[in-house]
């Protein structure tokens, strides 16, 4: 995974004419004239845009990138809703990308998404689905796509704040943490029912944002480890227990040698030591940089 990951980095660092510019803005347009088209025929017109494999064997291939047009919500409030959304994150992504590798990120979730659709079609012989049973597996792909799409948003900037229905302020990193608890549920769901193609489909769905941020979670459950380990280290045990009985017994821990000040009386006040006098000398923010060393 990691030596994957690394060659689509150079991949798009190579070519980066291959990257489609305001990708986002033309999805957010082909979504708009999708919806408006859909909404006059009680949306049945997302039926000739759907990626079903059996009409693209009879030559309809345009649905091998239309499928991609389809808005999540029927609802014209939450269409908004999305359609911003959408728009914020993967403006953000492609600004802090690039276009090239913004362009791999999300067509390589819709390839992943198409060919699980066709494997999954050709089991159906076996399986004896119905292919409205099978639309049943592909109508929810576009979704875990796009929440693909804002968990790369997160974990590149977690403390963005995102109105949440317009009114709420929520970090990024929570609402992610929310979507990734809801979707583990999905999953515990689909192992309990025995419905195997619901947990490919998420799987698959989110490969894309595995793949490019594999080395960035080792990363991230490195540190959680580490910072573990040293607040469970007896070092560090016993460094808080001193902090804490030195503050009983005084009553405060630090206190300036110049007017005074201790953490005390300013809980909001910085402290630090001064490397340069002999001495173990504490000094408020006021006075770090402004005092007589004492030799």
């Known amino acids: 995974m990691k030596t ?10 190579n070519h980066p004419k291959l990257g489609i510019p305001n990708l986002t803005r033309y999805l957010v347009i082909g979504m708009v004239i999708a919806y408006a088209i859909g909404w ?22 345009w649905r091998l990138v239309t499928f991609i047009f389809i808005p999540i919500q029927t609802n014209l409030f939450w269409f908004v809703f999305e359609v911003l959304f959408l728009y914020f994150v993967g403006t953000s992504l492609e600004e802090f990308w690039g276009a090239a590798r913004f362009t791999v990120f999300f067509f390589l979730g819709a390839i992943l998404n198409a060919v699980l659709t066709f494997a999954v079609y050709g089991l159906l012989p076996v399986l004896g ?22 968990f790369a948003f997160a974990t590149i900037y977690p403390d963005a704040y995102i109105r949440t229905y317009f009114i709420i302020m929520v970090k990024a990193k929570w609402l992610a943490l929310l979507s990734a608890a809801v979707e ?9 029912e025995g419905d195997w193609f619901g947990i490919l489909l998420i799987v698959v769905s989110l490969f894309n944002y595995l793949l490019f941020f594999w080395e960035d979670l ?3 459950m490195g540190r959680q480890v580490s910072r573990v380990q040293h607040q469970t280290d007896p070092k560090t045990i016993n460094f808080k227990k001193a902090q804490k009985e030195l503050r009983q017994r005084r009553g405060y821990l630090h206190k300036c040698a110049v007017c005074g000040v201790t953490d005390q009386d300013s809980p909001e006040m910085e402290f630090r030591y001064c490397s340069k006098c002999n001495g173990y000398y504490c000094y408020c923010s006021n006075h770090i940089n402004n005092h007589t060393h004492i030799q």
């Not at 006059?40 to 291939?61: D, K, N, R, S």
């Open 129 to 150: 689905n119905s292919m409205t049973a099978f639309s049943f597996y592909f109508t929810p792909s576009m979704t875990y796509i796009k929440l693909s799409m804002f």
């Open 4 to 13: 994957l990951s690394r060659w689509i980095s150079r991949f798009c660092y």
């Open 218 to 220: 080792l990363k991230l």
């Open 40 to 61: 006059t025929t009680y949306f049945t017109f997302y039926q000739y845009l759907a990626l079903y494999p059996e009409l693209v064997f009879q030559g309809q291939i």
């Open 184 to 192: 583990a549920l999905m999953v515990i769901r689909c192992l309990m």
